[in-house]
DNA sequence: ATTATTATAGATCTTTATTGTCCATAATAA
DNA sequence: TTATTATGGACAATAAAGATCTATAATAAT
């Protein structure tokens, strides 16, 4: 289980984007040409990240791509859940064997939506295990590893 | 970004033999009955997991599986890791880019064994959740999952 | 020792997901 | 109006996961 290439890129891109927010816009060339993608390719990405509101693009002569809200209200998680989906880490496949009767509650069948209390035992160990790693990725955002960058920057300078 | 069907199946293999410890050795054939897979694919995953030293095999007549330790020194991360692999969750891919001269110390192109320190900012931040979603599997063992089935049964018993 | 039984390892196939390209179209600012 | 830029659909290549079959090796019971 890995994360796919397509976050790498997406990570990266608005990261950059993020660090050329005074400027203009950024097109998908600078960007590909930056991040070593080809075009079409990222351009794929990108539509994924304006569909679900990361940033705004706009066609047309200086065009491109802007964060479609500061870097501190974008984090790592939302930027990974527009590439790898929303689904959990963790699905059952054969809730109907016989092993499902020892370990899950009555109920736990129909358990999707609307009995997040009720799940079985394994899926409670495993959703338990992907909560921790939402929780983490939500507390990280695009600003903060900025602004980390921004500080080793200034401390080689002081260095030198 | 999921977690396979291997993982469900070697997970609800290995809770099964931990639930049948007292008794003789668990055959592929009843195991995979009881999991609802093919006996063919489900002896690659038993395989897998006897290679990592989670179960032990003994072919013949009556041979079969058991857990090669207590079932509360299996951890589901000792599970996981058998089936997804130890790679890590996040492997950038091109740490060749322009992009990379902002985000990285110095030093930290030949990252993988001995600087574990100096991982470049999104690294940091990936690994970081990474290991958070490791220690969580790490401290739930196939017997605590046992442990609380046989709570809610003992307790099903006396409601009734 | 023989035999029936069971796990193992290799080859192979299908299906699905990822990665990638190309092109026609739509939108926009100059 | 036009040059420029993003968008969406179709498509192809590759890689990974899921699955099956078969021949072989190991073992316990006889
Ligand atoms: S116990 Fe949970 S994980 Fe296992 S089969 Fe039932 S629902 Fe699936
Ligand atoms: S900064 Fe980190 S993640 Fe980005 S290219 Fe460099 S090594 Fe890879």
Redesign the pocket.
Known sequence: ?????????ALHAIIHLGHSQRCN???????SGILG?????L??I???L??DGIVR?????????ELARPADQITFLDVIQV???RQQLFEC?NSSSQQHQLLAEEGAVQRDQKYPGKACLVEKVMNGAEQQLHQYLREHTIQSVLDEAFKRCSHDVNKK
Chains 1, 2 share one sequence.
């Open positions: 289980m890995q994360f796919s290439k397509s976050t790498d890129y816009n950024v097109g998908i060339r600078e960007l993608v080809s075009e079409s390719y351009s794929k990108m539509s994924k304006r569909q693009a706009v066609p047309g002569v200086n065009g491109g791509y590439i790898e989906g496949s």
